[in-house]
């Protein structure tokens, strides 16, 4: 789901290095939002900075992130205060004549806000659907669904989309003009996430046999 409100745009979230690379279209955002798998969320606790890797599902103009209830950072993102959440994919490494020139292509996507925790118990349900359906479409129906205790276990934060901008690299390397007639190989080394094939758990029964949607598992358009 998608949704036409505008991205707030203030100096902390403004593009400043290469600022041609930077984007404040919501749909662009979102599309790399929803392709990606891992956010990390910065924040301060303690005069202490922690940055932390987190599964996460986008639903509308909200990212739902998840964790234990005794988790320390949860504890202090529900306390309302100020984090920065991103995302990137790297599509490929950008090989140039100069080792100065080198590069990556890739699109990514900074956020600012504050976290507010999930305490109704149907949207708290919701989030996890949707975290769930994030990382693997289809295993919320396949799966066992969460008991009321690990539904208590579980905390469950939102995080507003509202202010934040993308940055996207792509195409051949920047090179200086005196470079271009050196006999060195130039180019893009593409990168793409690709499944293997599924392995099963080694108390898996033998009739049991792999899901429709993880043998065409796949991440992107």
């Not at 955002?29 to 990390?40: K, P, R």
């Not at 993308?166 to 996430?193: C, T």
């Amino acid at each position: 789901m998608s949704t036409t409100k505008p991205l707030q745009v203030t100096d902390r979230s403004a593009v400043k290095r290469n600022p041609k690379r930077g984007c404040y279209d919501r749909a662009t955002i979102e599309q790399i939002l929803d392709e990606a798998l891992v956010i990390h969320v910065g924040f301060i606790a303690q005069d202490q900075p922690f940055v932390i890797p987190m599964s996460y599902g986008r639903d509308g103009d909200r990212l739902y992130i998840h964790g234990a209830v005794a988790s320390r950072m949860l504890k202090n993102l529900e306390q309302g205060i100020e984090i920065c959440v991103s995302a990137t994919i790297l599509d490929g490494i950008v090989i140039a004549r100069s080792l100065f020139h080198h590069s990556m292509n890739y699109r990514s996507v900074v956020l600012f806000g504050r976290a507010t925790l999930v305490d109704d118990e149907q949207e708290k349900l919701h989030a996890l659907k949707v975290l769930s359906e994030h990382i693997v479409p289809g295993q919320w129906e396949q799966a066992r669904q969460p008991t009321p205790a690990e539904m208590k276990a579980t905390t469950v934060l939102a995080f507003p989309i509202e202010e934040g901008s993308a940055k996207v690299r792509s195409g051949d390397p920047k090179d200086d003009a005196a470079d271009y007639k050196l006999p060195i190989w130039a180019g893009q080394l593409p990168l793409k996430l690709t499944p293997g094939v599924p392995i099963p758990d080694s108390q898996l029964q033998s009739d049991i046999v792999v899901p429709e949607n993880l043998l065409n598992y796949h991440r992107g358009a």
